[in-house]
């Protein structure tokens, strides 16, 4: 139990100092996501020696693989910064297996599922909670901004608009004529999912125009930066908009004649991993309150 409390405090640690520097940076520091990996195993390591308990270290083992692959899966489809990703292959070592000594205490729902994708779940859920509500606060704060913006996307789109009304329209009728009430049901969804979506897509691009990308001095970039195009040095390519931005690449924007650049901004996120893995201690899977 002692080596679990150990992993408990050192994980806890590692959540707050990534909560307090992603809320004064923008960034989660990588030594304190490298401590979590280098500490977590180095700890079950020493623990299994000890006790001869090799299950303690053999679960981590086996669980991080799957964790690095969501971690990567996150980072490469552009839903999480790098630090994001680091931060949650350490809590999968860290907490490979659920703290014995507060099942006790909170019977949380966890069932089949190993404690780090009990987390991960529960990470994706108040993730996309968060990141509405948090969207809803800038857009708030830029309403006339936005709302200028979102009428201008609208207007661009205003033939693809009036064709989805109609259908959606189309479908609403037809679902309330029809007898069969599956068919009936299916199609007011899909007509009212469609509507939605397309709305949706549109809120989320104004959203990344007006409240997400910023123009900044090139003496202000940083390591992870997202900078919104491609950028050439010497009729070079030194940098892909799809990729955070290197040290090394800095170093070559900086040789270039471009004195601003424009960036994408993520969210502070790191709030969703603390919140996630208090949820998870104390309710476990949250998606099995909904079964």
Request: proline share 3%; aromatic share 16%.
């Amino acid at each position: 139990m002692t080596i679990e409390i150990l992993l408990f405090l050192i994980g806890s640690l590692g959540l707050l100092i990534a909560l307090i520097s992603d809320i004064k940076t923008t960034e989660i520091p990588d030594y304190s996501n490298y401590f979590l990996i280098f500490s977590g195993f180095s700890l079950r390591i020493l623990h299994s020696l000890i006790s001869q308990d090799w299950n303690f270290t053999l679960i981590a083992l086996k669980t991080f693989p799957i964790i690095l692959a969501l971690a990567f899966f996150m980072y490469y489809t552009k839903q999480w910064g790098g630090g994001d990703a680091k931060l949650l292959m350490g809590l999968g070592i860290i907490f490979a297996t659920y703290p014995s000594f507060l099942q006790n205490i909170f019977h949380p729902k966890i069932l089949f599922l190993q404690f780090p994708f009990v987390l991960f779940l529960n990470i994706l859920l108040i993730g996309i909670i968060y990141s509405f509500l948090y969207s809803l606060v800038l857009v708030i704060k830029n309403k006339k901004k936005f709302l200028i913006k979102f009428k201008e996307k609208l207007k661009q789109n205003k033939n693809p608009q009036i064709a989805l009304i109609l259908t959606t329209l189309i479908l609403i009728v037809t679902s309330r004529i029809l007898n069969e009430q599956f068919i009936s049901f299916v199609l007011l969804t899909a007509g009212l999912v469609s509507l939605f979506l397309f709305y949706f897509y549109f809120y989320v691009k104004t959203l990344e125009t007006v409240c997400l990308i910023h123009t900044v001095p090139i003496s202000k970039l940083r390591e992870g930066d997202w900078i919104t195009h491609n950028v050439y040095f010497n009729h070079k390519l030194i940098h892909k908009s799809s990729q955070d931005l290197t040290k090394k690449q800095i170093t070559l924007i900086e040789k270039t004649n471009l004195k601003n650049i424009e960036i994408k901004k993520g969210i502070v996120f790191s709030p969703v991993f603390l919140i996630s893995f208090v949820v998870s201690l104390i309710f476990g899977n949250i998606f099995l309150y909904f079964i």
